[in-house]
């Protein structure tokens, strides 16, 4: 129903300024029931990260990021959703305007900062829905005037583990000063070892909540040796590739639009994201489950990503443009493909990943 009233709203939202319209939608998410979504053929299943999800794709985070309405995006037919980030204390994030359309392009450029009504509004709105069907994670981050961002992740993991099924450790925004330079070696091995010691605690005595990483794509093969290799001694449960990047591709078309300062995601970021994953997949060598992210707009992207080493995906700026009926599209395209390959989705993860990291797509 709301993917055929997209066609409609589209010309409307995109007539309004980005972040109005972002508001607007939450907004009129929130006023809808939270359906159970149909269910989805065996063949989509994913056995991950310690749970059972319906299909592979993924909501990314950064559409929820107050986690006001996990339930009603999961009635869209998302296998999970990931909201946030969420940071310890309530924080602005970064003047406006810092969000852009590069209609053009199919693309966006965000500097919002990682703007947070607080870890306390988050654990509230999680506590409210504690007992509801769907998988659901939080993307959590650091204070930007903070003076331990390790022990920020430490709280968030804290405070969050039993009120959701995974939490990703977010190194990767580059619209935090500094943040980035927390994948560096030795920060991300205190910071890791600190992250599984406050869910390990805090999870005692019932089942672990999924710790995951999340990496730029901007990022050379020595750091992604490193961050890989910390990932592995630290026991994490997983890896999300990629966020969004610095880089401005000769391609873009809306040149104006691209000279603003923020993370770049959709089409563009497609390509060298999926790089990266398959990059991250022959490190990983089957050791730890990926999650693939970064230009995500079909069934043919989502399946790129799954034969680079992926075995859930995520999107986000592709709903912009295509709406929220894209993920039914998604999940039946899959569902042609390993048809047509007779394959299953566990038997494909990775399959292309050495072609794909030498660039042949």
């Not at 299909?55 to 995006?73: F, H, I, R, T």
């Not at 769907?134 to 981050?141: D, F």
């Not at 994201?273 to 730890?288: H, I, N």
């Amino acid at each position: 129903m709301i993917g055929n009233l997209f066609p409609f709203a589209k010309p409307v939202l995109h007539a309004l300024d980005p972040e109005t319209a972002h508001h607007l939608t939450i907004k009129g998410l929130s006023l809808l029931p939270a359906k159970v979504p149909p269910k989805d053929g065996a063949r989509l299943a994913v056995d991950c990260l310690g749970l059972h999800f319906p299909n592979p794709v993924g909501l990314a985070a950064g559409l929820d990021k107050q986690c006001e309405v996990p339930d009603q995006l999961l009635s869209l037919g998302f296998g999970f959703v990931e909201l946030g980030g969420v940071v310890p204390r309530p924080q602005p994030g970064n003047p406006r305007p810092r969000l852009f359309r590069l209609v053009q392009d199919e693309a966006i450029i965000n500097r919002f900062g990682l703007n947070s009504e607080g870890l306390d509004a988050a654990r509230r709105r999680l506590i409210q829905r504690q007992g509801r069907p769907g998988i659901v994670g939080v993307n959590i981050g650091a204070n930007k005037d903070s003076t331990d961002r390790i022990g920020d992740y430490a709280l968030c993991i804290a405070q969050l583990c039993g009120l959701v099924d995974f939490l990703t450790i977010n190194v990767s925004s580059p619209n935090t000063p500094g943040l980035r330079d927390l994948q560096g070696e030795a920060f991300l091995d205190d910071l890791l070892a600190r992250g599984i010691e406050a869910r390990d605690k805090a999870d005692e005595g019932r089942k672990k909540t999924a710790i995951l990483l999340k990496i730029a794509p901007d990022i050379s093969l020595e750091t992604l040796d490193a961050i890989v290799a910390t990932a592995l001694k630290c026991g994490i449960d997983g890896l999300t590739v990629s966020n969004t990047t610095i880089a401005r591709p000769d391609s873009l078309k809306e040149k104006t639009l691209a000279k603003e300062t923020g993370g770049l995601s959709g089409k563009p970021l497609f390509a060298p994201s999926t790089k990266v994953l398959a990059e991250t997949f022959l490190r990983v060598q089957g050791r730890l489950p990926l999650i693939g992210v970064g230009g995500v707009d079909s069934a043919e992207a989502a399946w790129a990503k799954i034969r680079a080493g992926a075995s859930l995906v995520q999107l986000y700026s592709a709903l912009v443009y295509k709406g929220p009926g894209l993920v039914s599209d998604i999940k039946s395209g899959l569902l042609r493909t390993l048809e047509r390959e007779k394959t299953t989705l566990a038997q494909a993860v990775g399959r292309d990943a050495a072609a794909i990291a030498e660039g042949r797509f």
